[in-house]
């Protein structure tokens, strides 16, 4: 079963941040989050991973709780290409395998 | 470019045929996955590879049938046994699987249908 929680969707306006959350209460200590998204009828793409800390590439921000219960992925300027499924995954790095749960499907409205 | 390839992108089969879906991965990478999908769900593992000449289940691996005869490919057959084969299928390759770093490539896909 999936570790995480996650809202079956959400939408955002073209232009402002979207704010996607995900709760993981039971992650271990030697667990990562990681997040992919899937646009519609194509492989899973990884977007950033984070321990504790904060992270940010060119993608996304991701902001962990200090008792790393909840995360959030920020995109800070959504497009319409944007418009995905988000998955939001627990994982330490001798983990074999990821455990995909439904995700959020993110809309964005012009 | 380097990059993961799944053919055909689409495929067509009776009932009671075994079909084989074609994986292909050209960045060195140790590990490779199949994974299944359906409608309106999250990816669901099937077999994985940690290197070759080996594999172990994932979680729905009854029905399926994997080999990992070099390192770049890892086919993936769906057997007559698989009770309900219609579904979209993702491959996917890692640099390891006990890396720090090893977030996973995915393919483009191939959509199964069954008829």
């Known amino acids: 079963d999936a570790k995480t929680t996650q809202p079956t969707s959400m939408d955002c306006a073209e232009g402002r941040a979207a704010n996607l959350p995900c709760n993981h209460s039971t992650i271990s200590g030697n667990e990562y989050v990681y997040w992919y998204r899937q646009i519609h009828s194509q492989g899973p793409q990884y977007i950033i991973h984070?321990?504790?800390n904060n992270e940010t590439n060119e993608m996304a921000s991701l902001i962990i709780t200090e008792d790393r219960k909840s995360s959030t992925l920020i995109l800070p300027h959504a497009t319409l290409r944007d418009t995905a499924v988000y998955y939001c995954?627990?994982?330490?790095?001798?983990?074999?395998?990821?455990?995909f749960g439904s995700g959020t499907r993110l809309s964005i409205r012009p | 470019d380097g990059g993961i390839t799944q053919s055909p992108k689409y495929l067509f089969r009776k009932e009671g045929q075994n079909v084989t879906l074609s994986c292909e991965q050209n960045?060195?990478?140790?590990?490779m996955y199949w994974y299944r999908q359906d409608p309106g769900q999250g990816l669901r593992l099937i077999y994985y590879?940690?290197?070759?000449?080996?594999?172990q289940k994932g979680d729905i691996a009854e029905g399926y049938s994997v080999s990992r005869e070099k390192k770049e490919s890892f086919p993936l057959t769906v057997t007559s046994a698989q009770k309900n084969p219609t579904a979209f299928y993702l491959c996917?390759?890692?640099?390891?699987?006990?890396?720090?770093?090893?977030?996973?490539?995915f393919g483009p896909g191939t959509r199964l249908t069954v008829l």
């Open positions: 996917a390759s890692s640099i390891g699987t006990g890396t720090l770093y090893n977030e996973q490539f």
């Open positions: 984070g321990l504790k």
């Open positions: 590879s940690q290197i070759v000449n080996d594999f």
């Open positions: 960045l060195n990478h140790d590990a």
């Open positions: 995954i627990v994982r330490d790095s001798s983990a074999s395998k990821i455990i």
